[in-house]
């Protein structure tokens, strides 16, 4: 059986750096808020090229935190892609804003930079591009309408770590949300997430919010929020942070292996000169999305959707996403993703090439 994902393989070569550094933790007897996460915030903020990390429990608190930051006034409207996980749009919702749903591009799964423009109102506050199975959003386009239209941008950074647009780090352009969940390319063994920012004013913000609104103990100047980023998940994703750039060339590398043999009936990712994509996800398209899925698993080839249901219809928004979206459906109807994990051996991607090759349709 080729596994789609296998964490405990992923982690292997780490185990003994791991156990060193949690020894390291434990012994200390400091486990919130201490030096393995100021280390980890400075180390990855580095990477981000950005002047600030923040240091957070979850990817969807990075979201929550970031939008509750921005003191936008009541009916404020932010722009979302229509194909986005639910937590992007989940993080607007808790914050009592309407999230204006505008349709992806078919050929990168990004947001489309054409279609914005049109849902601008008075009432928007910001544009959320979400840079999603790793490749990064059209970024100009973005950045030129939250200049004209005087609007925040808040990027959705959980699957694109290390992604570049144009040369530039994502997470760098607006303000950066990040998860690192274990699946994460930067993964940690639990729930984690990181704000970057160049704004100290705003990273004071976030500083206090993650910590009940307080800036000195015991002293609350907001309301805020228990988001802090333990001491233990800090200390572990510094270890992998230092082989990431490993992790990202070896899943390129395996995504070169689809994109030169995969057969050209399977709809492959766009590749281009301007997005260096660190490949969170392969996903490929085709129209008999199931079958071919079954087929796979009958021939031990585990797969995953991401995502099988467009957020739009999800019981959850009944009634707050309205409006038809054919193309986010299209996407969310077709789109399989193929292991491609740091554990994967590139033998095992051409076995896979193989049987999908000889998938008939």
């Given at each position: 059986m080729i596994?789609?994902?296998n964490l405990g393989k992923v982690n292997e070569k780490l185990f003994a750096k791991y156990q060193e550094k949690f020894d390291e933790i434990l012994k200390s007897g400091w486990y919130i808020l201490g030096k393995n996460v100021s280390d980890f915030e400075k180390d990855f903020a580095a990477f981000c090229t950005t002047d600030?990390?923040?240091?957070?429990?979850?990817?969807?608190?990075?979201?929550?935190?970031?939008?509750?930051?921005?003191d936008f006034p009541e009916?404020?409207?932010i722009i979302v892609p229509s194909n986005t996980y639910i937590a992007t749009i989940l993080a607007i919702l808790r914050n009592g804003f309407k999230p204006v749903l505008v349709e992806p591009d078919i050929r990168t799964y990004n947001i489309d930079p054409a279609k914005i423009e049109a849902k601008i109102t008075a009432n928007t506050k910001a544009i959320l591009p979400v840079h999603l199975y790793g490749k990064s959003c059209d970024m100009d386009p973005v950045m030129a309408f939250a200049k004209k239209y005087q609007l925040e941008?808040?990027?959705d950074c959980a699957q694109a770590h290390g992604a570049l647009y144009k040369g530039r780090k994502i997470g760098s352009f607006g303000i950066g949300c990040f998860s690192f969940y274990p699946t994460k390319n930067l993964g940690a063994l639990g729930d984690a997430g990181a704000i970057t920012t160049n704004s100290k004013d705003f990273a004071d913000k976030i500083y206090s919010l993650r910590n009940y609104g307080s800036?000195?103990?015991?002293?609350?100047?907001?309301i805020g929020y228990n988001s802090r980023l333990d001491e233990i998940q800090a200390g572990l994703l510094s270890v992998k942070l230092e082989v990431l750039d490993d992790i990202t060339n070896h899943k390129r590398a395996l995504a070169a292996c689809y994109h030169a043999h995969l057969d050209d009936r399977f709809i492959k990712p766009v590749v281009d000169q301007d997005h260096f994509d660190v490949y969170h996800i392969y996903n490929i398209r085709h129209h008999k999305r199931d079958e071919l899925r079954a087929y796979l698993l009958?021939?031990?080839?585990?797969?995953?959707?991401?995502?099988?249901?467009?957020?739009?219809?999800?019981?959850?928004?009944?009634?707050?996403?309205?409006?038809?979206?054919?193309?986010?459906?299209?996407i969310h109807e077709t789109t399989l993703s193929l292991p491609i994990s740091y554990f994967h051996a590139e033998e095992e991607?051409?076995?896979?090439?193989?049987?999908?090759?000889?998938f008939k349709n």
């Open positions: 596994e789609y994902e600030y990390c923040i240091g957070l429990a979850s990817g969807l608190d990075a979201l929550v935190l970031a939008i509750d930051a921005l009916n404020s409207e941008v808040i990027e800036s000195k103990k015991y002293y609350n100047d907001r009958e021939n031990e080839i585990k797969t995953e959707i991401h995502y099988p249901l467009a957020p739009h219809k999800q019981k959850a928004m009944a009634g707050i996403l309205d409006g038809d979206y054919p193309i986010s459906e299209e991607i051409i076995r896979v090439i193989e049987i999908i090759n000889e």
